[in-house]
Structure formats: C-alpha cells, structure tokens
C-alpha cells in the first residue's frame, strides 16, 4: 500500500477537522452571519489550540489530548451525510434499517481509516503554510478553497459544505481534483457491484 504523504496527511487532517465549521446563526432579523471561510480559520485555531495547550503535552496526556481532537473532529463532519452520497445510487434501494447500519459501518471505517494518523500528524498542522483564498455561497450550500503549501508544488482544497440546523457542516473535499466521497462511491459501487450491499457491509465493519 502506497505511504501517505505529509502534504496529503495534512490535506486529510483539514478533512477531518478544518472543513466542518460550526455557525452561530440566529433567527433574529438582520443578525451577522459569520462567512464560511473565517470559519475555517476559527476552526484551524482551535485544533492549534489543543495541540499546542501546556496542559495536554505528554506521554501521560496522549489520551486525554486525542480525546479532545477526536470530539473535535467527529463534531464538525456530517458524517451520515458523507456515507450517504457515498453510497449514491444505492441509498435509495436500501431500508431504514440497512441505511442505520450502513451509515454506522461507514463512519466507524472513515474514523478507523484516518484516525491513527491523523492522531501522529496533527502536531504539523501548527507549522503547514495555508492561504485561504475564497467562498462560494449557493443559499444553503457553500464551497472554500484554500491552498495547502507543499513541496514540489503546492494542493489545492476544496471543501464542500451545507447548512444543516444553523451549521455549515462539510460532506465532501475535493483535493486536487479528486473527490474523497466519489473516490468511496466508486469503491463502494464495485464491491456492491461484484458482490452486495451485505458484502460492503462486512468489508467496512472488517476494515474499522
């Protein structure tokens, strides 16, 4: 298996934590509406702020402190809508019942898959050299791009968000082009296809 790169761990990092922006909205006439792309920034800082707290350093706090990103991480994603486009087509065949336990399956691979490094990465994200660049607000969807600098040349990610009970919550990012939820659907749809929903199933639980 291919070794991740820095540049793309920290691409996964920002996934997993920097694109999920918590919105203080309200319902009063007039009221401000802090904009997708300060949120990102909001959001980076405090990530920073766990990583960097003099309370939390140490072997001895090495829980406590990925308890702290984990929360962070896990509450600023809209997870079952992630695995849900990620299923595409095939949501719509699929019982409550099965949807309940898909998304389940999903969100533990997801967190299985990227949580063991993003814990071993998280200390880069105080130095990696971001430029926020601009947003694109479409009534209750938005898109962010910002610049991850790196070498040879630097990545451009775009982040995918939509507002869900007064939070912009991401659902997808788009890292050079390429899609992490089409990239799980394409894998989704082959095993469905080859085999089943039952078999997607058991390879996510197998995987998490």
Request: charge should be neutral; proline fraction near 2%; hydrophobic fraction near 40%.
């Amino acid at each position: 298996m291919r070794r991740t790169s820095l540049t793309e761990r920290i691409i996964i990092i920002l996934f997993l934590g920097g694109f999920y922006f918590f919105l203080a909205w309200t319902c009063a006439e007039g009221a401000d509406v802090p904009s997708p792309l300060a949120e990102i920034k909001d959001t980076v800082e405090e990530l920073k702020k766990i990583v960097s707290d003099p309370s939390l350093q140490g072997d001895a706090k090495r829980i406590e402190r990925q308890n702290k990103i984990r929360e962070l991480l896990l509450n600023r994603m809209d997870m079952e809508d992630m695995c849900k486009r990620s299923l595409g087509r095939h949501w719509r065949t699929r019982t409550d019942a099965e949807r309940i336990e898909y998304v389940k399956a999903c969100s533990q691979y997801v967190e299985a898959l990227h949580g063991k490094m993003v814990f071993e990465t998280v200390e880069f994200v105080e130095s990696v050299g971001i430029r926020y660049l601009k947003e694109r607000l479409d009534a209750e969807f938005a898109e962010v791009d910002v610049v991850v600098e790196s070498s040879p040349e630097d990545t451009k990610v775009t982040f995918k968000l939509h507002l869900v009970g007064g939070h912009w919550k991401a659902y997808d990012v788009v890292v050079a082009n390429i899609s992490l939820v089409q990239n799980l659907r394409s894998q989704f749809d082959t095993i469905i296809r080859k085999n089943s929903f039952e078999k997607l199933l058991e390879e996510l639980r197998k995987r998490s």
